[in-house]
């Protein structure tokens, strides 16, 4: 059974720094892609960040770029998001993915959803 589960959201004033783990169990972690998806209140699901198997491709959505870091730690089952210089914008729940990376497009395409955790950003 597999099992996706982020930790580390929370409350926390714009320009603010948080990072959020997801653990994963019941799968094949050392050779899949992991990601970072958010759905923010009344909005659809977005991507944010993707890392492939080994860390050697990374991918952000242009909202993310140059503030967010996607990093994993294959020996602890374990991919990480931190997010630097928070915005009001930045607020949704985040959802942990894990799936593959296209090669025809790059983009990632999930298989499984972790629960989601909160963000909220506040001025």
């Known amino acids: 059974q597999v099992q996706l589960v982020e930790s580390g959201g929370g409350l926390l004033q714009a320009g603010g720094s948080l990072r959020l783990s997801c653990a994963a169990s019941g799968l094949p972690f050392s050779s899949i892609a992991m990601g970072w998806f958010r759905q923010a209140p009344g909005k659809e699901r977005e991507f944010v960040s993707a890392i492939s198997w080994n860390g050697g491709y990374t991918d952000y959505a242009d909202s993310v770029k140059g503030r967010f870091t996607i990093s994993r730690d294959n020996a602890k089952n374990t991919v990480y998001l931190q997010m630097n210089s928070l915005k009001l914008e930045d607020t949704a729940i985040y959802y942990c993915?894990?799936?593959?990376?296209?090669?025809?497009?790059?983009?990632?395409?999930?298989?499984?959803w972790g629960q989601g955790t909160q963000v909220t950003v506040s001025s």
């Open positions: 993915a894990a799936g593959s990376i296209l090669r025809t497009t790059m983009t990632m395409s999930p298989s499984y």
